[in-house]
């Protein structure tokens, strides 16, 4: 088994941008774009269906030396836009650390909905679109599991902090 890859998101934004793949940043590293404490080491996107979209994807992936994370052992699996569009997730261990698709994350009805809120954030000169902090708080509530119920609290706090900042100016 090989070692896992160490993080490199701003590689991975890189990639997905020169590609130019339609996309969202979700989880915990949107969190922690907008504001949140919380530390990830993996990137969570949300991206867009469509038959271009995905064969540009599937070419990330393929240049990440993209396997699936989550097996025991190596499973049969053929990398291409139609397998990527038969499922709403997939997790993948890249040569630039962990990389899960999600095309229609908990509580929304995907890349479509998330896009007309979402927020442009430089990262070291790369323009990457984040969910905003609503549709996050959105997803966490919806997704439901116990990590997601502690990170809601952490947004909530994060949501209180800016409406009272944004108030005060």
Do not use: W
């Amino acid at each position: 088994m090989t070692a896992p890859a160490v993080f490199d998101p701003l590689r991975l934004f890189r990639e997905l941008n020169e590609a130019g793949v339609r996309y969202v940043v979700i989880g915990a590293l949107a969190g922690r774009l907008l504001g949140s404490p919380t530390l990830t080491r993996d990137l969570d996107i949300c991206h867009a269906t469509d038959s271009t979209n995905l064969a540009a994807l599937v070419n990330v992936l393929r240049r990440l030396n993209a396997r699936l994370r989550g097996t025991d052992r190596p499973v049969p699996f053929r990398l291409d836009a139609r397998t990527l569009s038969r499922a709403d997730s997939f997790t993948f261990a890249t040569d630039a650390g962990d990389l899960d698709l999600l095309a229609r994350p908990a509580g929304t009805d995907g890349f479509l909905d998330l896009v007309r809120s979402a927020e442009a954030n430089d990262v070291d000169g790369l323009t990457v679109l984040v969910a905003s902090l609503d549709d996050l708080i959105r997803m966490k509530r919806a997704a439901g599991r116990p990590k997601d119920l502690i990170e809601l609290e952490v947004l909530g706090a994060l949501r209180d902090e800016l409406d009272q900042a944004s108030a005060g100016e």
